[in-house]
């Protein structure tokens, strides 16, 4: 069975500062793709960004870049200049080809002024 | 577009009652399943649709029915509401379908659920 691990429940980061959020998995598979979504304070899931396994190079999206370690199963977010918009739930997730999404029981970042 | 749109945004039951919460999406997308969230567990999911007219179980299915008669629309129905069924619900959908299907999900904004 597929999991998702996400160990850091809370994390804090002052505005314009870098932090890195950590999740690893577990799967046999070997083509599968993993995702990090925001969960503001309006509940609403957003997509930050998406990482082909297949893909040697890491994704990023302005701000948002992963460090995708396919080996060691790990799947990291760095957030770059941090911003006050971006306090949220981060959740990592895991799919391949089932259908189903699979997500860690997410992190909590806080961006203080 | 809207998107993925969720009715209602709160909603409190009473043991026992029914109810449905509405989940519809206006692009077109094959795929929709409904997930619940609850504290230090992520989200889960409960079922899922690969087309209309098609419906599975996901992780956590028990006490909850779905149907798929439309591309667009995919309740979620609770029968006989417990207490251990409070939880924020989720409505997604993705473009693709099928096995090999890894299109990027798009969430509603969810529905908060007490079950007294």
């Known amino acids: 069975a597929q999991t998702v691990t996400q160990s850091q429940p809370e994390m804090s980061v002052q505005e314009a500062e870098t932090v890195t959020l950590s999740c690893t998995y577990d799967t046999s598979e070997n083509n599968y793709y993993l995702f990090w979504y925001k969960q503001p304070p309006s509940r609403q899931m957003i997509l930050v960004i998406r990482q082909e396994a297949y893909k040697q190079q890491n994704a990023t999206e302005n701000r948002f870049s992963v460090n995708f370690q396919k080996a060691a199963k790990s799947f990291s977010l760095k957030i770059s200049d941090s911003q006050l918009g971006d306090t949220a739930m981060y959740f990592c997730?895991?799919?391949?080809?089932?259908?189903?999404?699979?997500f860690g029981t997410g992190t909590r970042l806080q961006v203080f002024p | 577009n809207a998107g993925v749109t969720q009715t209602p945004k709160f909603q409190v039951l009473k043991t026992g009652q029914s109810m449905t919460l509405q989940c519809a999406q206006d692009?077109?997308?094959?795929?929709m399943s409904w997930y619940r969230q609850d504290p230090g567990m992520g989200l889960r999911l409960i079922h899922y649709?690969?087309?209309?007219?098609?419906?599975d179980q996901g992780e956590v299915p028990n006490g909850y029915n779905v149907s798929r008669s439309t591309t667009e629309d995919f309740p979620l129905r609770l029968l006989s509401a417990a207490p251990s069924q409070t939880s924020v619900y989720f409505c997604a959908s993705s473009a693709g379908t099928g096995v090999g299907n890894t299109d990027t999900q798009y969430f509603g904004p969810g529905t908060r659920l007490t079950v007294l």
């Open positions: 997730a895991f799919l391949y080809n089932t259908d189903k999404l699979i």
């Open positions: 649709s690969v087309g209309a007219g098609i419906t």
């Open positions: 692009m077109n997308h094959e795929y």
